[in-house]
């Protein structure tokens, strides 16, 4: 089971049937220059690779038809970090979200706990506890708060009360909407659901694709103590986040990735420092 984030602004946004994702477009097709200013990824020399990491990948390419999303990208994640991958909307990130959760075919390697991710379904992965909180939150409308979240323990029956008191001390809101429909919720609360239903699933390792996207402030900070809570209770994090900010002050390490390639890599007290990620995504 995938489970689902957010889209577009703060309000409704649900599907009453079979799950309809959208997905970052392709940047580009061919071999697009880089919009960064040195095409040859900077990486941080202060951030290694331990060589235990529970999610790598090693020339990833995703292509759709003649059209490349990902062009040989390599990266970790260890155990218990937050990683995030920032850029532009249509450079990517929820392509690669899709290609390590199992649910678009890929070039190149990419392991989950050292086994090759094409070698499972994605059903499986969830099972094994790679949970993909998508763009999209694909919620089910006419169903109940506390209905949605049950949907996202039906592979971990255990401890089912204890992981939806997790959830609901992470957004009381859930808790004090638990009967009401998802559908009548707005947009940031619907977030905050999928977000739980996701958490329902009992992950290792959460991919969480565009929380923020056309959130209100105040529903960011709820997401912000959240995410927290979460890293706090062991579960690994790959953020991906067009809010640069959001997600700086969240990750420990950060990929910057455009048109299907990754330009920055780093830690988030280097990458501020960055002139061009100064110029393009901090406001100067």
Do not use: W
């Amino acid at each position: 089971m995938s489970t689902d984030s957010g889209s577009g602004s703060d309000d409704a946004s649900t599907q009453d049937g079979n799950a309809v994702s959208s997905r970052d477009g392709a940047a580009a097709s061919g071999d697009a220059p880089s919009s960064s200013p040195d095409a040859t990824t900077e990486r941080d020399e202060a951030t290694p690779d331990r060589g235990d990491a529970i999610l790598r990948a090693e020339g990833l390419q995703v292509s759709y038809g003649e059209v490349a999303a990902l062009r040989g990208l390599d990266f970790h994640v260890e155990d218990g970090e937050i990683v995030a991958i920032i850029g532009p909307n249509g450079a990517g990130k929820s392509t690669l979200a899709d290609a390590v959760s199992g649910h678009v075919a890929y070039e190149g390697r990419v392991s989950y706990r050292g086994r090759e991710v094409a070698d499972r379904s994605a059903s499986d992965l969830v099972s094994e506890g790679l949970i993909h909180c998508t763009e999209t939150r694909d919620l089910f409308g006419y169903m109940s708060v506390a209905d949605n979240l049950d949907l996202g323990a039906y592979r971990h029956r255990d401890d089912v009360d204890e992981r939806r008191e997790f959830v609901y001390d992470l957004f009381p809101t859930l808790e004090d909407r638990a009967d009401q429909n998802a559908r009548t919720m707005s947009g940031g609360e619907q977030q905050m659901l999928a977000i739980g239903r996701a958490l329902m699933s009992d992950p290792d390792l959460l991919l969480l694709d565009e929380p923020t996207l056309g959130l209100a402030p105040v529903i960011l900070d709820d997401i912000s103590d959240g995410i927290e809570q979460i890293r706090d209770a062991g579960v690994t994090v790959v953020l991906c986040e067009q809010n640069v900010t959001f997600a700086m002050d969240h990750a420990d390490r950060v990929y910057l990735l455009e048109n299907g390639r990754f330009e920055r890599e780093g830690a988030p007290e280097t990458l501020r420092g960055d002139e061009y990620i100064r110029d393009a995504y901090l406001g100067g």
